[in-house]
């Protein structure tokens, strides 16, 4: 597979602190990848180290088959920030404009890609109205009009959907799902993992600036099992005795969630809790999600 982007052991410091540390990663041309994790766990440091924003202090990478950093390929990239800043006296045309003089498009090409940008992600009826009376959410799809505007070969997007309404963010999993099938590469910062568990061919999770998984999101809870127990005779001593067999999700009222590692384990839990005094009325499995996956990593240590 020609990949899009290309990491080996990238490390950013700020002086005593460390924003990412020996990152690797491999995203084919033509997906979409999710990179997930914490506020602080280094999110924004790697992308703007991709998008040339920020200088590695050490490792390497390749975006687009280049060496990180070259002139030539940044042409080709786009970029939204989580905090897309406006230039509130403009217009949302002139706005534009001044990004695409950025991108140095020639006259011809702006009054094309603009109104198309604008149209795509629906603030064509405001592109005359200034900036400083668009609501948060128009910000946002005028910052994801911005970062389409070259036409891009690799998308960064930083929480794109964070101010939208769920319409909204349906909307834009639209438009990414469309790039996509034009050859386009995303990679997207989020945290709604529902949404990225839709659109998302892979995903990688980071915390305390380390990859600690990643793999295609439909596979990394193969392993792994959710089990909702709906029991009586629920005592604080049953309930320590199913967490000494299993990692509690939650519990309350008469039900209790776990998870465990395959579903080889769920009659030996379903003996603990008819051993301890419990009587069993339901027992449910399913894969674990996207969102479990994610809080279990956070919760567990190195």
């Known amino acids: 597979m020609s990949l899009a982007i290309q990491t080996d052991d990238l490390t950013k410091h700020y002086g005593s602190q460390v924003g990412c540390r020996q990152i690797d990663l491999s995203v084919g041309r033509g997906q979409i990848f999710g990179f997930l994790g914490p506020n602080g766990a280094g999110k924004s440091t790697l992308v703007k180290m991709l998008a ?28 939204l920030p989580e905090n897309f800043s ?5 217009t949302g045309r002139q706005l534009l404009e ?29 592109a005359g109205k200034k900036v400083k009376t ?10 994801m009009a911005s970062a389409l505007l070259p036409d891009p070969d690799l998308l960064f997007l930083d929480e794109p959907t964070s101010a939208l309404d ?26 709604l993992l529902s949404e990225v568990e839709m659109i998302c061919d892979r995903v990688a999770f980071i915390r305390g600036g380390r990859i600690i998984a990643q793999g295609d999101p439909g596979e990394m809870g193969a392993d792994h099992m959710v089990v909702e127990l709906q029991l009586q005779n629920l005592t604080g001593g049953l309930l320590d005795k199913i967490k000494a067999s ?22 030996a839990l379903a003996e603990v809790v008819v051993r301890g005094g419990g009587r069993l009325y ?5 894969k ?5 996956i994610f809080i279990s990593l956070n919760k567990e240590g190195d």
């Open 52 to 79: 040339g924003l920020i200088k590695p202090t050490s490792g390497t990478a390749a975006i687009l088959g280049e060496r990180l950093g070259n002139i030539g390929v940044r042409r080709k990239i786009g970029y």
């Open 246 to 267: 299993a990692r509690i999700i939650s519990s309350g009222g008469n039900t209790v969630r776990v998870a465990v590692a395959n579903k080889e384990e769920i009659p």
């Open 282 to 286: 339901r027992l449910a499995h399913e």
């Open 288 to 292: 674990v999600s996207l969102e479990e």
């Open 98 to 126: 001044f990004h695409a003089s950025l991108y140095k498009m020639d006259r011809g090409t702006r009054s094309r890609r603009i109104p198309l940008v604008m149209d795509l992600v629906g603030v064509s009826g405001a």
């Open 166 to 191: 769920p319409l909204g963010r349906r909307e834009v999993r639209e438009i990414l799902v469309g790039l996509r099938e034009r050859g386009k590469t995303i990679f997207l910062n989020s945290h």
């Open 86 to 90: 406006c230039h509130e006296w403009l």
């Open 134 to 143: 668009y609501s948060k959410g128009m910000r946002q799809r005028l910052g």
